[in-house]
């Protein structure tokens, strides 16, 4: 299903990224990047209504010709990015909705976890192959 | 308006989507006013009412006029009824109602059957009355024509009748009825296009249901829909046109998308075909090419959609429309597997984005501008990349030429662009690209153009990493061209963003191109920083952060002048910690472990390693202060004031009378800093820094701990500010530890003190006190003088064999730091004298120190008169006050005019501290005229065998020494009783007897001649029967007779055994208004007498009383 998810934290550094095909890595830690310029524009709080507030789902971030890239973004302001082929158009909106949820949940137990440090980049095995799970489709 | 504009850009076509209106009757009238008519309908707006709840629009309407003719009426059943003539009119001018009657009524009436025949009921009839004014009134009201047409044909159908006074004349009834024409034939003329749009409606639906039935084709259905889009456009409808080529756009993609598994899609094949032009978009109004290919379609669509948003002034939503627009684009041709030649959709996707791009420029607004840019940014990076990759598919990027091969490449790619040339000075897209394509420079140009661009939007419209990103291809870019120093400005730029938002991996794989970058510069300075990070970066690959530890160690050798750099994540610091206290004395030595990371592939091997000390005048407010020891890698962390916790806390404001007004919450929000870019380290002073002793020092990769040592020289508050690291000469300097820990070094002031002994002190006695200096952390120079001086009265002295002075100058001699010196000091005060001080000057404070010190005399002295009737007797009692025994002897008492005789007074004692001793004398005589003496006591005293003796005096007066009265008391039992018996009245008998000198000054005295006595008896013992008291008065001392008064007085003894005599007290009586009194005395008042003035006699006397016979008990 998607091809890439990420965790950035409040302060915009990553701390966990995982690449279904390790190869990519590099260009989609680029891409996830760049997105955080939009994530920014889109949690100002100037240019969103209260109900738009409570969303953490953003959408679409931005499409590249390969590649279509969504936010989602925790009270806490840790945002959660996947990035998904854009040759994939079976994949609807919902879906990837669904996707966040379940990586945010899966994070809160992360940060649940008393020997994780808040703040520090995820290096949990468990971790990674459940966020690979879900943004396989396998889950 | 928007429906001028409209028709414009159709009419540019050659479309008409007016509705056909036919007339019939007289055409020559209806020619005279036609031109005017079809130029006055779309002029202003009319109100169009649509079923289904869709909302009321406001609608410009235009008209087509035709000749009536029964053949081209439209039949029943059609769907395209907005092709055909929907509304018909009737035009006569007759005025005379025979002729109408005659001709006319028969020709409107076939014309209305014709209209019947074919269901249609949406025609007009126009009377055209030439009215010229002079013509006679209609006096009969309903005989014009127009009454009678009215009558005839739409009895109640009123509206579709209607009189109209020829425009051709000027006048004001005539523009009035003119607009009454026009509007009633835009709103019936509404009415029925209305019927024939939900006409078409439907057919379109329909239409689309039948989508999946085999033999349905997408370009018929889309020239249905497209004719739906164009009716909404004509009416000025641009929104609701754009929803119909959204509609068509997105079926389209649905098609598109669903091609691989869906079978009954064969017609899509056609699109399959291989690409040959590539035209770019034409966002001009043109028309559709028959059979088109994909990209023609798409575009065409696009072009449309542009048209329609920029009417409706929304150009930012094309330019927004635009980038997913050319994706799906590339997606569907990869999904069609459309073929065509290398480069050729670059071109087509270069073209597409700057047609937009050009339009975009053409609205120039500020807050147009504003809008878009979020959106055209990206559009610049993608025609920077897309005009990138033909420059690499054609030969044309820096250091290359292109070969037949691509030359050829690019004939053929120009020649799919086919021919778009634009005004002179303006190039259109096509000739741009075609000039980029045939030569390098241009083609450089052009593409560092685009990305410059590409990056200021970006940056403009705060999308900073973006921005990097696109700096990066141009550093490659530049890196190419052979400019490192521009590659290396855009690297750096990126590495810093990178750092920022702490995505290291990205920062260490820029930091790989900026060191080949500084290499290839051969910029040995910022080759040795890069490599340095590059070599530090822990997501690099080890081997090859080996090669550039290697390269950067090779190239440290080459350096002439030191190299700053940051600390960064090169050397991280984990903590630094603080060893001795906080506050701590001068002259100590300061120490701090500072706990370094090190993120070198291998052991580096520093020269110097230091952590400056900041001395801190005041707080500074911009810093956050740690209190206690150590700072952890928590408290280093730079800590971004947007993401800290606010401090909030409550404000209430009270009204006058103390109830509440308002309450709140209120954060100060102070830490507005910003985080430097570029932080100056040069600012740190590392020449009192804490250092390591032993050096060269070697910092192993990963944690080393290293012990820090200084001196504290100075005094003063110090902040530990920047660590610095030294390889030779590569110098990492940390910036600023934005979190500060302070140490005091305190000195110690010498202090001087003066200190008496546990004793008081003794006037007239010289005596030890103490004098204690106490030099501090600081040395004092020695010949420095520490000066003493007395008050008057006081001597003193340090040297023992030294007079006693009141002034004195001490050296301070050579003491050692914290050493404390004890000088007794003699010290002597004047006898007789209390309170004195001393003040020191020291040499090491400019303010005097006072001691005030207080003495007391070494004995003190009491005295008493005792009388035995005229004899007087002095009483000298003397008490010692001196820790030591005080050796007294000689003592001597001298009173004037009065020879004194000893009567116990020993010649020599010792009186110790706290006893008391006396020493007794006898009067001579008392004959002295005047009633008080002055008495000198004098004794000689010393405290030690070895001292001289010294005189000790005391002074007195004696008063009202000589003796008045001498009164006795005796209790006798009454008469027949020998014995005095409880209970039994006795009697007391007073006698009391003038003394006094006869002519004295006493007896002269009229106040005491008169006395008064009181019996004090105890009660328990004694009750005085009747008076207790009496007056008596004497007469002069010479007249013996009255010199001695008795009284006797009943008493009563209330219990037995040997008992002391009732106290009787005698006092001067002084009667009222006597006449030495100045004041008017109304009362008599009672003096006492002066203790010598009165000898009691009785005083110790005592009677013995026997138990009351009633016991029955004899004594």
Request: glycine share 4%.
């Amino acid at each position: 299903m998607a091809v890439c998810a990420a965790i950035v934290g409040k302060d915009n550094s990553p701390k966990f990224f995982c690449c279904i095909n390790p190869d990519e890595e590099l260009t989609f830690q680029y891409k996830v990047l760049s997105s955080l310029d939009i994530i920014e524009e889109k949690l100002n709080p100037a240019s969103k209504s209260a109900s738009e507030m409570r969303e953490l789902y953003l959408g679409q971030l931005y499409s590249l010709e390969t590649c279509k890239i969504y936010g989602y973004v925790t009270n806490t302001k840790i945002k959660f990015i996947i990035v998904v082929d854009s040759t994939n158009m079976a994949l609807r909106d919902n879906e990837i909705r669904s996707m966040f949820r379940k990586i945010h949940s899966e994070y809160a137990d992360m940060v649940s976890n008393p020997f994780y440090i808040p703040g520090e980049p995820i290096t949990s095995k468990s971790f990674d192959s459940s966020i690979k799970n879900i943004i396989t489709g396998t889950v | 308006m928007n429906g001028n504009l409209e028709q414009g850009s159709l009419n540019q076509l050659g479309i008409d989507r007016r509705p056909i209106v036919t007339c019939a009757g007289e055409l020559e009238v209806f020619s005279a006013i036609e031109e005017n008519l079809a130029h006055s309908l779309p002029k202003d707006a009319c109100e169009w009412k649509r079923s289904l709840g869709r909302p009321i629009r406001n609608v410009h309407i235009g008209a087509n006029f035709i000749p009536f003719s029964a053949v081209s009426l439209p039949k029943s059943g059609q769907w395209d009824l907005i092709r055909q003539p929907l509304f018909h009119t009737y035009w006569t001018e007759c005025s005379d109602v025979d002729v109408y009657k005659s001709t006319i009524r028969e020709d409107i009436e076939n014309w209305i059957k014709e209209l019947n025949s074919r269901e249609t009921s949406d025609w007009l009839i126009v009377v055209v009355e030439n009215y010229d004014g002079k013509k006679s009134k209609q006096l009969i009201p309903r005989t014009t024509v127009l009454d009678k047409i009215r009558n005839d044909f739409a009895l109640k159908q009123g509206d579709r009748c209607i009189s109209v006074i020829n425009p051709g004349k000027v006048e004001n009834k005539t523009a009035e009825s003119w607009r009454g024409l026009v509007g009633r034939i835009r709103h019936l003329l509404l009415v029925a296009y209305a019927k024939a749009v939900t006409r078409l409606e439907d057919h379109v639906r329909q239409q689309r249901e039948r989508r999946n039935e085999p033999g349905w084709h997408f370009m018929n259905y889309f020239m249905l829909q497209e004719e739906l889009a164009q009716v909404l456009e004509m009416l000025g409808l641009n929104d609701e046109a754009l929803v119909q080529y959204d509609e068509l756009d997105a079926l389209f993609s649905q098609f598109v998308a669903n091609f691989t598994t869906c079978d009954n899609l064969k017609w899509l094949c056609q699109f399959q075909r291989p690409l040959e032009r590539w035209h770019g978009l034409k966002l001009t109004p043109s028309l559709l090419e028959d059979n088109p290919s994909l990209l023609e379609l798409r575009a065409y669509i696009f072009s449309k959609q542009a048209q329609m948003l920029l009417l409706t002034k929304k150009v930012w939503e094309m330019a927004s429309r635009c980038i997913p627009f050319l994706h799906t684009c590339v997606r569907e041709i990869s999904i069609l597997e459309i073929t065509a030649p290398p480069g050729a959709i670059w071109c087509w996707l270069f073209l597409a984005i700057m047609e937009v791009l050009q339009i975009c420029d053409k609205f120039n607004q500020a807050d147009q501008v504003e809008e878009y840019s979020l959106h055209t940014a990206s559009l610049w990076e993608y025609a920077s990349q897309k005009i990138r990759k033909l420059g690499e598919l054609c030969g044309l990027m820096p250091q290359g030429v292109p070969t037949s091969e691509q030359l050829h490449i690019v004939v053929s790619l120009s020649a799919g662009m086919g021919d778009n040339p634009g005004p002179i000075n303006h190039p259109s897209p096509t000739d741009r690209l075609k000039e980029a394509l045939c030569s390098q420079d241009v083609f450089i140009k052009t593409y560092l153009e685009l990305a410059e661009l590409a990056m200021g939007t970006f940056k403009h419209v705060g999308r900073l990493r973006m921005a990097r990103l696109v700096g990066q291809e141009v550093a490659s870019f530049y890196l190419l061209l052979g400019e490192t120093q521009k590659a290396a400005a855009f690297l750096g730029d990126a590495v810093r963003t990178f750092e920022n938002d702490g995505w290291h991996e990205l920062a260490g794989q820029t930091q790989l191109s900026l060191a080949d970058c500084h290499k290839r510069a051969n910029d040995t300075r910022k080759y040795i920083k890069a490599c340095a990070a590059v070599s530090a970066a822990l997501e690099i690959d080890t081997l090859i952060r080996w090669t550039y530890f290697d390269e950067m160690t090779k190239y440290l050798e080459k350096l002439d002048k030191p190299l700053d750099v940051p600390l960064n994540n090169i050397l991280k610091i984990n903590s630094i910690h603080i060893l001795n206290d906080l506050i701590m004395m001068q002259d100590c030595n300061m120490e701090v472990e500072l706990l370094v990371e090190s993120n070198f592939p291998k052991e580096i091997l520093c020269t110097y390693v230091g952590i400056s000390l900041d001395k801190e005048e005041k707080k500074k407010p911009n810093f956050r202060y740690c209190s206690g020891k150590l700072l952890t890698k928590k408290d280093l962390k730079w800590q971004d004031p947007f993401l800290q916790r606010l401090k909030i806390k409550k404000t209430l404001d009270y009204k006058q009378d103390k109830q509440l007004a308002t309450s709140g919450i209120a954060c100060k929000f102070t830490q507005l800093q910003r985080k430097d870019s570029a932080p100056a380290y040069s600012k740190t002073d590392f020449n009192t820094a804490l250092e390591v002793e032993k050096l060269p020092l070697l910092l192993t990769p990963g944690i080393n701990v290293i012990r820090l040592i200084r001196k504290a020289t100075d005094v003063g508050k110090y902040c530990i500010e920047s660590v610095a690291i030294h390889i030779k000469k590569l110098r990492f300097v940390s910036q600023q530890l934005n979190a500060r820990l302070t140490i005091e070094v305190k000195e110690e002031s010498p202090s001087i003190r003066l200190y008496k002994r546990a004793a008081p002190l003794l006037s007239g006695i010289e005596q030890i006190m103490n004098l204690i200096l106490t030099i501090g952390s600081y040395q004092i120079e020695p010949k420095s003088q520490i000066k003493l001086t007395a008050s008057p009265g006081l001597t003193f002295q340090i040297e023992p064999d030294q007079p006693m002075t009141n002034y004195l100058e001490i050296d301070v001699g050579d003491k050692a730091t914290f050493s404390s010196t004890k000088m007794p000091l003699r010290v002597l005060a004047d006898l007789l004298t209390k309170d004195h001080q001393v003040t020191i000057h020291v040499p090491w404070n400019p303010k005097p120190i006072v001691v005030s010190l207080s003495f007391s005399s070494p004995m003190s002295t009491t005295w008493r008169l005792f009388t035995v009737n005229n004899r007087k007797l002095v009483q000298v009692n003397v008490v010692g006050h001196c820790l030591d025994s005080l050796i007294v002897q000689d003592p001597q008492l001298k009173i004037k005019d009065i020879p004194v005789s000893a009567i116990h007074c020993d010649s020599s004692l010792i009186i110790s501290n706290g006893l008391s001793y006396s020493f007794l004398w006898q009067l001579g005589h008392t004959n002295i005229s005047s009633n008080s003496t002055k008495a000198e006591f004098n004794v000689q005293y010393k405290l030690s065998e070895d001292d001289i003796y010294k005189t000790y005096q005391y002074y007195f007066d004696i008063t009202d020494f000589k003796t008045l009265y001498i009164m006795d008391a005796v209790v006798e039992p009454s008469k027949g009783n020998e014995f005095c018996r409880v209970g039994v009245v006795c009697h007391l008998h007073l006698t009391m007897t003038n003394v006094m000198p006869p002519g004295g000054e006493d007896d002269a005295n009229e106040e005491l001649r008169s006395v008064m006595y009181e019996v004090l008896a105890e009660q328990s013992v004694w009750a005085v029967c009747g008076r207790t008291a009496g007056v008596v008065g004497f007469a002069s001392a010479s007249d013996t007779e009255g010199s001695v008064q008795q009284v006797v007085m009943d008493v009563m003894p209330l219990t037995s055994g040997f008992l002391p005599l009732p106290l009787v007290r005698l006092s001067k009586y002084i009667p009222a208004e006597s006449i030495s009194g100045n004041k008017a005395d109304t009362h008599p008042r009672l003096e006492p007498f002066h203790s010598g003035q009165v000898y009691n006699k009785s005083k110790g006397k005592q009677v013995h009383v026997i138990a009351a016979t009633t016991d029955g008990i004899p004594t």
